[in-house]
């Protein structure tokens, strides 16, 4: 699993194509949602391999807004099942990212 491609992949997209309208759905909430879900992992004493899909779920949990604003949870799934295979993640990690990004979802 190459989590810093991953990381840096879905952070050069979403920097590069969000909508400059989201104010609140930006760069700047999905790194602090990455940040506070490793604070709290590791205060949990999380294993690191499960760190590792934690921390990418956090990363790709709002992804899909580069699709849609409505359900972006389900297309942000489906974005990290087509991007996340070029880094090596397994499909048990893959699935694994899936759900916790549906757990997201209001």
């Given at each position: 699993m190459d989590f810093d491609g991953a990381k840096n992949h879905i952070l050069s997209r979403l920097t590069e194509?969000?909508?400059?309208n989201?104010?609140?759905h930006c760069v700047a909430?999905?790194?602090?949602?990455?940040?506070s879900a490793v604070?709290?992992?590791?205060?949990?004493?999380?294993p690191e391999n499960q760190l590792k899909i934690?921390?990418?779920a956090a990363?790709?949990?709002?992804?899909g807004m580069l699709?849609?604003?409505?359900?972006h949870e389900t297309n942000s799934v489906q974005l990290s099942r087509e991007i996340?295979?070029?880094y090596g993640y397994t499909l048990t990690e893959i699935d694994a990212v899936g759900e916790l990004i549906l757990t997201t979802r209001l």
């Open positions: 194509s969000l909508s400059p989201l104010f609140y909430h999905t790194k602090s949602v990455w940040e604070r709290l992992a590791r205060m949990e004493n999380l934690l921390e990418t990363l790709f949990h709002d992804s699709i849609q604003y409505h359900d996340l295979p070029e």
